[in-house]
């Protein structure tokens, strides 16, 4: 598939990794551009855009934009199907286990969906970002920041220390605090929480680099962050199950950095990575 080309190739030169980003950021704009136009675009040569075309399997712009176009009318009949998924769910008719059966089949959708948004290169960075920053911090608002509760306490066990605050206002004061040396978590599925975008701008002004979680990919998060892994957006509400569907993609994301790092502390010789939690044995007094 020509997106999860784009996603995971790996050897893109610094102008061909500028077009492939902004072509990830417009699909359905580029599907109408001249090869002229998205130079214009992205500062590019055409030269430089046919050989991105080429290492991607296309004999050039042309072919490439074909099979982008086809790529995502297959995308779209797949959020179709997503949504008739939903509404199942919504049915009130529907028995208990017919919803346990569709839910079933809506986390295998959701999460293979996001599987194909996800990067080599994205997620080698961020747990470089990570594991070079003096301090970490996440920044989150309900649901979301549940989940990097979630992922602090996994990624604790390895020594790796998430600072993290309940207090919506206060999160502030990590932005305020925050180094060039530091890194930022910061999650919303719509990239317009006003809050988290607050901390954002902060934590650019302080040249703290910055990981986004997002399904706004044209967002001022997304935008000022230094990596931006995107969450699958699922236009339609879904009602009242949206919430939970876009926190089946965040809480996938979250645990595969945990695994990433994990991965890196064995690979650099840690074998014991993981410390195990100590169990507290209750013992009467006249014992």
Do not use: W
């Not at 028995?95 to 569709?102: R, T």
């Not at 935008?223 to 009242?240: H, R, Y």
Request: with cysteine; net charge negative.
């Amino acid at each position: 598939m020509l997106l999860e080309k784009m996603l995971r190739y790996n050897n893109f030169t610094a102008n061909e990794e500028i077009i492939n980003e902004f072509i990830l950021r417009n699909t359905e704009h580029v599907i109408y551009m001249t090869i002229y136009e998205l130079s214009e675009k992205t500062y590019t040569s055409v030269s430089t855009i046919v050989r991105y075309c080429q290492k991607l399997g296309a004999d050039g712009f042309k072919d490439f934009k074909n099979e982008l176009t086809r790529e995502l009318s297959k995308r779209s009949n797949e959020e179709e199907y997503l949504s008739t998924i939903a509404e199942d769910m919504n049915n009130s008719s529907e028995s208990f286990m017919d919803l346990a059966l569709a839910l079933a089949d809506l986390n295998k959708k959701i999460i293979t969906k996001t599987v194909a948004s996800l990067s080599e290169t994205k997620i080698t960075k961020v747990v470089d970002l990570m594991l070079n920053a003096k301090h970490i911090y996440g920044i989150g608002l309900s649901h979301s920041y549940l989940r990097l509760q979630d992922f602090q306490t996994k990624v604790l066990r390895l020594g790796v220390n998430i600072q993290l605050i309940p207090l919506q206002a206060e999160q502030f004061y990590l932005a305020h605090h925050s180094k060039n040396e530091d890194v930022a978590i910061l999650v919303s599925y719509s990239g317009s929480t006003a809050e988290v975008l607050n901390d954002a701008r902060i934590f650019k002004q302080n040249n703290t680099p910055m990981i986004a979680i997002t399904s706004n990919l044209n967002s001022f998060l997304a935008d000022v962050a230094t990596v931006t892994i995107p969450v699958p957006k699922l236009e339609s509400p879904f009602d009242k199950y949206s919430t939970f569907i876009s926190q089946i993609s965040i809480e996938y994301i979250l645990n595969v950095l945990y695994l990433a790092l994990l991965q890196k502390y064995i690979g650099n010789g840690d074998p014991d990575a993981i410390k195990p939690t100590p169990v507290s044995e209750f013992k009467a007094e006249d014992e």
